[in-house]
């Protein structure tokens, strides 16, 4: 039996004692077994349980220096973890900067339009269900509150994924003067301050650059921020909507507005989860995104789809012109179209709706009304002017849905 010993309690072996007395005298630990002898007697056979002594990294040690504690050494059972702790922060998270890059660089868009034409070939029906009942164990989907739940009826995974619900499983709720546009977690709410939007807790974003540049006079200084109020004794607040791919798909209007522009922004399609949003600054402003601009009873809104990594598709009932992750785009481009002036044209081609009537202000949404859908989960913006005792009844990280409140005056 071999036993190793850190390099400072080694002492040379005197003749005459055997291995097991140098463990005995160093306080190693010794377990008796009993076994019975020829003679009927009971001997005991001493085994020393050893333990393997490694250096100490020289990372703990500067650890406990700066910490004023003492560095003890590690359980055998955690070393490896603790191993791997270190070798992730030396060699890992130093090159953080060059695997965003290196995962910007994807052909997100390539894979997203791909995984758009596999979406939309239609399955044998004997292999409907199979392929569904794994999506729905895989996501946690609950089917229970489709309008149809019998799987045969969806012929091909776009129809799966934008399935309609039953009319009855989200009640609008009338108290709240905003409620929920999607199914989905909360990731982050609250005030806009100094024209920057917090994607998650940390990191943020450019209001300018998420919304695009907005007409202003020549000698005017204010911040972007204060060109979108209307006025000074209100404020700019914000909500981020995550939804998951078991999620509900579909986007619903949060309150009664009109909707005077559309600006569509081609870009990346990185993937808008959560744990990516807070390793890449401004994520919302490298993808692509539609953003639903106009008025509501206190001012600016705005409503903006996200698109994501295999959720190249985002649309919009009441714009059939609205073509998103085309092959070839500007970066840094965005198109614009303005609702003002539109009439019948508008209305006649929102199909499964939301519209509640045109007019020469633009197109107006009931509270509630259906506006779009995505291909997969993504993310929802709300942009909103409002009073400023104007309060959230909301939690990070809060699970919400469809017509649930969102905040009140």
């Not at 509501?296 to 996200?306: E, K, P």
Request: net charge positive; charged share 20%.
């Amino acid at each position: 039996m071999v036993s190793f010993f850190h390099p400072r309690r080694l002492v040379a072996r005197r003749g005459g004692r055997n291995l097991l007395r140098q463990v005995r005298r160093r306080g190693h630990t010794t377990d008796g077994e009993k076994e019975r002898d020829g003679g009927g007697g009971v001997r005991t056979r001493r085994t020393a349980r050893f333990r393997l002594q490694v250096p100490r990294l020289a990372f703990r040690r500067r650890v406990s220096t700066l910490s004023g504690s003492v560095c003890r050494p590690t359980p055998w059972r955690r070393r490896p973890i603790a191993f791997l702790c270190y070798v992730l922060s030396a060699s890992v998270v130093r090159p953080l900067a060059k695997r965003v890059a290196l995962y910007r660089s994807f052909p997100t868009r390539l894979l997203s339009r791909a995984w758009g034409r596999l979406n939309g070939v239609e399955l044998p029906t004997w292999l409907r269900k199979p392929v569904y009942s794994l999506y729905i164990w895989t996501f946690g989907v609950n089917m229970q509150e489709a309008a149809v739940e019998d799987l045969h009826h969806y012929r091909n995974l776009s129809e799966f994924f934008c399935r309609r619900l039953k009319p009855a499983v989200r009640p609008l709720c009338a108290s709240s003067c905003l409620i929920s546009p999607a199914d989905g977690k909360i990731l982050h709410f609250g005030r806009v301050k100094n024209s920057e939007v917090e994607q998650v807790k940390g990191v943020t974003y450019s209001l300018e650059n998420f919304l695009g540049p907005r007409k202003r006079q020549s000698n005017d200084s204010s911040s972007f921020r204060d060109l979108l109020l209307s006025s000074p004794e209100n404020d700019l607040f914000h909500v981020v909507v995550y939804l998951a791919p078991g999620d509900y798909h579909c986007f619903h209007s949060p309150t009664d507005w009109k909707v005077e522009l559309r600006r569509h922004f081609p870009g990346s399609l990185m993937s808008v989860n959560p744990g990516v949003a807070r390793l890449v600054k401004e994520l919302f402003c490298l993808n692509e995104r539609v953003a639903l601009t106009g008025l509501w009873q206190h001012g600016f809104f705005s409503l903006t789809a996200v698109g994501a990594t295999n959720v190249g598709s985002i649309r919009v009932y009441f714009d059939q012109e609205l073509q998103t992750n085309a092959p070839r785009y500007s970066k840094g481009s965005f198109h614009d179209r303005s609702y003002v002036a539109l009439h019948e044209q508008v209305l006649n081609a929102s199909g499964e709706g939301g519209v509640a009537s045109v007019d020469g202000g633009g197109v107006a949404l009931q509270k509630g009304a259906a506006v779009g859908e995505f291909n997969l989960g993504s993310t929802i913006v709300l942009l909103f002017e409002a009073p400023k005792d104007f309060s959230f009844n909301l939690q990070p990280g809060q699970r919400i849905r469809v017509g649930e409140g969102l905040g009140s005056l």
